[in-house]
């Protein structure tokens, strides 16, 4: 008579085998994007540190990737849809470059309102957190910063307001075009930030208004001679991260990301920009055929009378314009309480 064999209590063994064994959880994955130079400080002095933060406290569990130098999509127009259709989880994006996106970000464009880089920056960033710009609910913000001051910078000769009447002049945004309409000048759009040097070369513009970080990042101080030493504006700057990405991340790497951000970030990105821009300011200057403008009491009237009428414009313009600029003004004095003079240069 045969043993029949019970089958039971191997399947038992089997499913305890199986549940017995140490599983080790896949690491998330994460991509992080930007478009500029992976030699940028942005990206070699901020951006790739918060990686290894990141990775660093959670014990490697956080796999980050970085993606600089536009690897993930080079043109700067495109970064914010490379972030919303998840592409990229986190990127830096230029605001200016998605008209109407966010659309009270002009009030940082506004001509000869700020003091300085930081403390443009820091005003940047409490002004989202804060509820005074609209564009944000559907992002997580990581972090922001402000451009170094924008001056103009051109390859033909310049001695007084009269000789930027029909010079064309690259800008971003409609703020920076009314700025060079105002001064005579021809603005000129749609041309993305890595390619001003090879436009200027080609003849196709004339000057450009960019911060002295951004001259060396991009290359425009080697097609440049003339520089109008008084600073015009600034642009805004988004460090932004998917916000579905962010949501589905497990709380605790949420709090890392939460804890590595913010404004001790802000700060960090304002410091190495400004040590760039003082950099490439200095060396510049000492250069041979290098022409640096000081505005005298006479021209530099005649600047603020033509670019006056553009904050009032803006107001008028803007939904609860005024309500935005009582609140900059607010944090604007608050942070000038909290800082020294910001002398960028």
């Known amino acids: 008579m045969k043993t029949r064999i019970k089958k039971l209590p191997y399947l038992a063994c089997l499913i305890f085998i199986v549940f017995a064994t140490p599983v080790t959880a896949k690491p998330t994955t994460l991509r992080v994007a930007s478009f500029i130079s992976p030699l940028s400080p942005q990206n070699a002095e901020v951006i790739a540190p918060w990686i290894q933060e990141l990775k660093r406290l959670s014990n490697n569990e956080l796999d980050v990737d970085f993606y600089p130098g536009g690897s993930l999509g080079r043109h700067g127009n495109y970064q914010l849809k490379l972030l919303q259709d998840g592409v990229h989880h986190a990127s830096l994006i230029v605001p200016g470059y998605t008209p109407g996106r966010f659309p009270d970000n002009t009030i940082f464009e506004l001509p000869l309102l700020m003091d300085g880089t930081l403390e ?80 200027i070369n080609r003849g196709l513009i004339d000057g450009t208004i960019l911060g002295w970080d951004s001259m060396h990042i991009f290359g425009v101080k080697h097609v440049t001679r003339y520089h109008i030493e008084i600073p015009v504006t600034y642009t805004p700057i988004l460090f932004l991260m998917n916000l579905e990405t962010y949501e589905n991340l497990d709380p605790k790497y949420q709090a890392l990301i939460n804890q590595s951000s913010g404004e001790e970030m802000v700060r960090h990105f304002s410091a190495v920009t400004t040590a760039l821009a003082r950099k490439t300011y200095a060396e510049t200057k000492g250069k041979d055929e290098q022409y640096f403008i000081t505005l005298d009491e006479k021209e530099l009237s005649r600047w603020h009378q033509a670019l006056a009428p553009i904050e009032q414009s803006w107001i008028l313009k803007n939904p609860e314009g005024q309500w ?13 309480q909290e800082l020294p003079k910001d002398n960028d240069l």
């Open 120 to 199: 443009a920056s820091l005003a940047y960033y409490r002004m989202i957190k804060n509820g005074y710009l609209r564009g944000y609910k559907d992002t997580k913000l990581i972090s922001v910063f402000m451009s170094q001051p924008y001056f103009i910078h051109l390859n033909t000769p310049y001695q007084t307001l009269d000789d930027l009447k029909g010079k064309k002049i690259r800008v971003a945004g409609y703020l920076q075009a009314e700025i060079i309409r105002r001064l005579g000048a021809t603005p000129i759009g749609g041309t993305p930030v890595t390619q001003i040097r090879e436009s």
């Open 324 to 336: 935005r600029m009582e609140g900059l003004k607010e944090i604007l004095t608050t942070i000038r």
